[in-house]
């Protein structure tokens, strides 16, 4: 069972408050994890919603930390707005159409903020994990899923067919895909340094980026570089030794 913290954050220009959760992090451990670093907890994102869009006025605001003042603990005495009515825009996880709608809303908030790299970083590393939404479970189109009756024809033949359209609009958009991931592994290679606490993990990224632009000539340079032998980074070599460049499951 899924535990959250709940918290009230209130608009800063019309004053509307709005319900959220944070996921509380002694459930990580019951999580799934993918190539491209984004972790899932029985379908909700792990990572922090730090672009909030005010379902009463349309005004969004950028939060940085989810802490007091910016929040409060204490439920409002009035009307306030659901979880789900704001929290990643309103879209449907579940449908194409959403994950196609998460794109544009990064791109947007991409157009409208500042030059910070550190957002630019953040809304980029998303739209990436938003574009591989589309494909992400591509591998539940396999018959095995029947075989090992882990779902009945009429359900993996209904998600078979959701899956092949989000692949069919992965390769409608993939130069806009690439040309996302062109930005953010500059951005990355020139953002951290090796006494960065975020290096390691940040290493990780720029050598997956690399494989999922199909060149896996660097992303081999790069992994072979790397000291650590961990189960995810024997994954991703066995991907670019097969010349593969979509997003996998790595565990869950």
Not at 138 to 146: E, K, M
Not at 147 to 155: D, G, H
Request: aromatic share 16%; glycine share 4%.
């Amino acid at each position: 069972m899924i535990k959250f913290e709940t918290f009230y954050i209130q608009c800063p220009r019309c004053h509307s408050w709005m319900e959220g959760h944070i996921l509380k992090s002694s459930m990580i451990n019951q999580s799934i994890l993918y190539s491209d670093g984004k972790i899932l907890n029985d379908g909700y994102i792990t990572e922090s919603q730090k672009v909030m869009i005010c379902p009463a006025c349309s005004h969004w605001s950028w939060i940085e930390e989810y802490n007091e003042p910016v929040i409060s603990w204490k439920k409002p005495s009035g009307f306030y707005y659901t979880w789900n009515s704001w929290r990643f825009y309103g879209v449907h996880f579940g449908s194409n159409e959403g994950r196609m709608a998460l794109v544009n809303h990064y791109r947007d908030f991409l157009e409208k903020s500042d030059t910070d790299v550190d957002k630019e970083i953040y809304f980029r590393r998303l739209m990436w994990w938003a574009y591989n939404d589309l494909i992400r479970d591509l591998y539940q189109t396999d018959i095995h899923h029947i075989i090992s009756k882990e779902m009945s024809f009429n359900v993996w033949k209904k998600n078979r067919a959701k899956l092949l359209n989000g692949y069919k609009l992965f390769r409608e958009h993939r130069e806009d895909y690439l040309e996302n991931l062109r930005i953010l592994v500059k951005l990355l290679e020139n953002r951290y340094t090796d006494d960065d606490e975020e290096f390691e993990a940040t290493a990780l990224d720029i050598i997956e980026i690399y494989r999922q632009l199909g060149n896996f000539d660097k992303a081999e340079e790069l992994i072979n570089k790397t000291t650590r032998r961990t189960y995810f980074i024997a994954s991703i070599e066995k991907r670019i030794s097969a010349k593969d460049d979509l997003v996998f499951l790595v565990t869950g």
